[in-house]
């Protein structure tokens, strides 16, 4: 090793292969970009459930795996259960081994932030959410009495627990509105946007023939999303709506069975909902929950046709010119309407590009870290 080279300790909150959920593919893409860049990554992540991967050797310089302490009887503590259950002392005794900065994906990974033994060493925090306000959001959604409690009980932890952030040499902000709340609270704060999987704009000119959403369906915020447009928007609409994700809940299998405009697909892989993403002449996205920036929108920008959005999915991102906004259930019927009846033409695609690969580069985002890591 010459000293000329960046080394990092990057400590993410499970394994980030394959990159098929929100937080992972930010974490995955970030470390590829890093190491494009000529960064030696030194990775440490919690295995619980995602077995480690082979494709992590060619972008990292090393991969240390951890187990997450899972049992129930860590919620009881005051800590934070997403926090506390990726304690470890193996971990702190290989951070401890350099002196390389250590970059904490989360308010999950930051367990020995603060903690005398690092001294003076840099420590970033790279922040995917509010988190506070992210679960108190899944609990309103949210329909099993005791997943609800432990929503609203997680969120008063972590409200509690989020001042720990003083103590890092930095905060990576996903979003400018995460950027303008933690700005107002702690020092040396940056806007890095979301790492994806697209380093081009690959939309299809022309029409499809179907709208198309996808998410998690098992998250509360992503059911609750699909269940307003089966039962609100497509209600009484001629044109087809695709739903896909993992997990349906049994309500949202059972209203769809009734729609004949409306299909459902369970658990495709990702090069499948890349194709629908592709081929549907509109990608639908409502949600009702506004904080960090959603990877599926910038993947239907990237590599869809039209986009109708409601106001929390596309208010302060950058990406509002690009989007077509509808804030009721009345407004997205007569958007859908209008962009059946027209195509989608290079001219949309070019706009595309100049925002998308002058705002949201991989390539730069990694820069922009570098450049404070390495000052």
Not at 62 to 85: A, G, W
Not at 125 to 143: F, I, M, T
Not at 252 to 275: F, G, M, P, Y
């Amino acid at each position: 090793m010459t000293s000329s080279e960046k080394n990092i300790n990057l400590i993410a909150f499970d394994v980030p292969y394959p990159p098929d959920y929100g937080g992972v593919i930010d974490v995955f893409y970030k470390i590829k970009s890093l190491h494009a860049l000529g960064v030696n990554v030194h990775l440490h992540c919690f295995e619980y459930g995602r077995k480690g991967a082979d494709e992590l050797k060619s972008i990292c310089s090393s991969i240390h795996y951890y187990s997450r302490r899972t049992s129930k009887s860590q919620l009881f503590n005051t800590y934070p259960y997403i926090v506390l259950s990726r304690e470890s002392d193996e971990l702190k005794k290989n951070l401890l081994k350099n002196n390389f900065p250590i970059f904490m994906e989360g308010l999950h990974s930051t367990r020995w932030l603060g903690d005398p033994d690092f001294g003076k060493r840099k420590m970033y925090v790279r922040s995917h959410n509010v988190e506070h306000d992210y679960y108190e959001n899944l609990a309103k959604v949210e329909g099993n009495i005791f997943k609800r409690y432990y929503f609203y009980n997680e969120a008063g932890k972590l409200l509690k627990y989020e001042p720990v952030l003083k103590n890092a040499s930095g905060i990576f902000a996903i979003s400018p509105n995460d950027t303008k709340y933690f700005s107002s609270k702690y020092e040396h704060v940056h806007y890095v946007t979301a790492f994806h999987p697209h380093e081009t704009v690959t939309c299809k000119t022309g029409k499809g023939d179907y709208a198309f959403y996808h998410g998690n369906l098992s998250v509360g915020e992503n059911n609750e999303a699909a269940l307003y447009l089966v039962n609100k928007v497509f209600n009484d609409l001629d044109q087809q709506l695709i739903i896909a994700g993992s997990k349906p809940s049994d309500e949202l299998k059972k209203i769809v069975r009734t729609k004949s405009n409306v299909a459902l697909h369970n658990d495709l892989s990702h090069d499948q909902i890349q194709e629908y993403i592709a081929e549907a002449h509109c990608n639908i996205l409502p949600t009702f929950q506004s904080t960090g920036i959603k990877l599926k929108l910038l993947s239907a920008l990237f590599a869809g046709r039209f986009c109708i959005v409601n106001k929390p999915m596309v208010e302060n991102t950058g990406l509002e010119p690009l989007c077509i906004m509808a804030n009721s259930p009345e407004a997205m019927k007569e958007k859908v309407k209008l962009v059946f009846e027209k195509e989608f033409t290079d001219r949309e695609r070019k706009k595309r590009e100049e925002i998308l690969l002058r705002d949201f580069s991989n390539i730069e985002n990694g820069k922009k870290i570098l450049k404070v890591l390495f000052l």
